[in-house]
């Protein structure tokens, strides 16, 4: 295809288009797929640890045993032995919900696309942490919502300030529509919301009549710590998205939303008009999968791989990162988020960290809606092996030194105009 210069079409998009924003994830993967780049940008598992073999024996099983039933449209709401085995495993998590009580969408990510379109009207508030998921960003930002980012320390979202913010909304007459949050691990930050602030969010929720929205891709993957209650555990008017992207595969594109009735209604709706049902085959390969193979110790597997990776991370940021950076430490899930020392700027350093040192992350202000992340980045640890990890982190410790020393320099040889009565 040749390359796009002028888009002819401008006058005709929908207003709603120049409010889409594109994922700089996908744009960075172009680059980061090269293989002699370093590449922390992603989310990605480890292709090595998917179960290649029983997806095999699962699809074989399944054609030899469904046939042609397999391959025809499927029901909107899921393929029912699914759902059976969700309401399962949520159980185990602490959530008692039927069958009825959720839907099987084409990953989390179609959920909250779906979200959007059923709560969103242009410019109404909607909640986010900051900083936040990328592509629940991208799949709100089309319906063109206020969005209110709500700061998070170390142990998750700001509830103090979330407070103060609705009572201000609330005097300017403002009803959020929902509070979105990732409660484990957080994409991109790594930090898990504590117990107290959960309670808290959901006493709000009450308080403000806003709707909350819990994305739980990383729960399940938890090195070290207790599991903390989910949210919906705690209220059932929570909405819930599961995935199987980071239990099982992210190509199979299954996940599920567990939501009132009447919310579960309108996602229907919204599923059917979408693309009708997910797909029934790679559904009932899925259910075959989780019920017949030992998929619990695969993430055992898993997450001792990741713990190791994260380990090696780490390490090789206290040994390469300069005085005055500082980066969370994940109980689980796959990101660290760094903070370079003040006045660097990890957007503008991405193209040189590319270029020259052949490495690549997330840089911090694609997670923020408006301002934020200027020094920030999200690093990746599950897809690199642990000594590509080190060199990587090696690499990019220089970039930044390198910066630094420039940016000093830059100041030394800046001398303000002397104020008056000040000698120079
Ligand atoms: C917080 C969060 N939500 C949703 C998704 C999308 O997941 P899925 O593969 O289920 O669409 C991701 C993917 O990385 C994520 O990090």
């Not at 780049?37 to 480890?46: E, K, M, N, W």
């Not at 640890?381 to 690499?395: A, L, P, Q, V």
Request: hydrophobic residues 40%; charged residues 25%.
């Amino acid at each position: 295809m040749t390359e796009l210069r002028f888009d002819q079409w401008t006058n005709l998009y929908a207003s709603r288009v120049s409010k889409m924003r594109s994922s700089e994830i996908r744009e960075m993967m172009a680059v980061t797929g090269r293989p002699d780049v370093i590449s922390f940008a992603g989310g990605l598992p480890d292709t090595r640890v998917f179960p290649v073999n029983q997806i095999v024996e699962a699809t074989q099983r399944v054609m030899l045993r469904e046939g042609p039933e397999a391959l025809q449209y499927g029901t909107t709401e899921g393929h029912e032995p699914l759902k059976r085995h969700i309401v399962g495993m949520m159980s185990e998590w602490g959530v008692d919900v039927g069958i009825d009580d959720l839907i099987i969408t084409d990953g989390a990510q179609q959920a909250l696309e779906f979200l959007g379109k059923i709560f969103i009207s242009r410019n109404d508030v909607i909640i986010v942490e900051a900083p936040s998921y990328v592509g629940a960003l991208q799949a709100f930002s089309g319906y063109e919502p206020t969005v209110v980012a709500i700061p998070l320390d170390g142990s998750g979202m700001r509830t103090d300030i979330l407070a103060e913010r609705l009572e201000e909304l609330a005097k300017l007459g403002k009803q959020p529509k929902f509070l979105y949050t990732i409660p484990n691990f957080q994409n991109p930050a790594g930090v898990t919301l504590i117990e107290e602030r959960r309670r808290e969010i959901v006493k709000l929720s009450e308080i403000y009549g806003f709707i909350v929205i819990e994305d739980d891709p990383y729960g399940r993957l938890r090195f070290s710590g207790d599991d903390v209650p989910l949210l919906r555990s705690m209220d059932e008017s929570v909405i819930y998205l599961g995935t199987f992207s980071k239990i099982f595969a992210p190509g199979m594109r299954l996940g599920w939303v567990i939501a009132p009735k009447a919310v579960l209604e309108k996602l229907i709706l919204a599923k059917q008009a979408a693309n009708l049902c997910s797909s029934s085959f790679v559904q009932r390969v899925t259910e075959e999968y989780m019920s017949q193979f030992d998929w619990r110790q695969n993430v055992e597997v898993l997450i001792d791989l990741y713990r190791e990776r994260r380990n090696a991370m780490l390490a090789a940021l206290e040994e390469f990162f300069p005085e005055g950076a500082t980066w969370s430490h994940p109980q689980g899930g796959l990101f660290i988020w760094a903070s370079l020392p003040e006045g660097l700027d990890s957007g503008e350093m991405l193209a040189e960290a590319i270029r020259e040192a052949k490495v690549a992350y997330l840089s911090g202000r694609a997670c923020y809606v408006g301002k934020g992340g200027d020094n920030s980045m999200r690093l990746n640890f599950s897809y690199c092996s642990t000594e590509t990890i080190e060199e990587g982190i090696k690499r990019l410790g220089a970039v930044i030194k390198g910066q630094l020393v420039l940016y000093r320099s830059l100041l030394k040889g800046y001398s303000p105009e002397p104020k008056q009565g000040e000698s120079k």
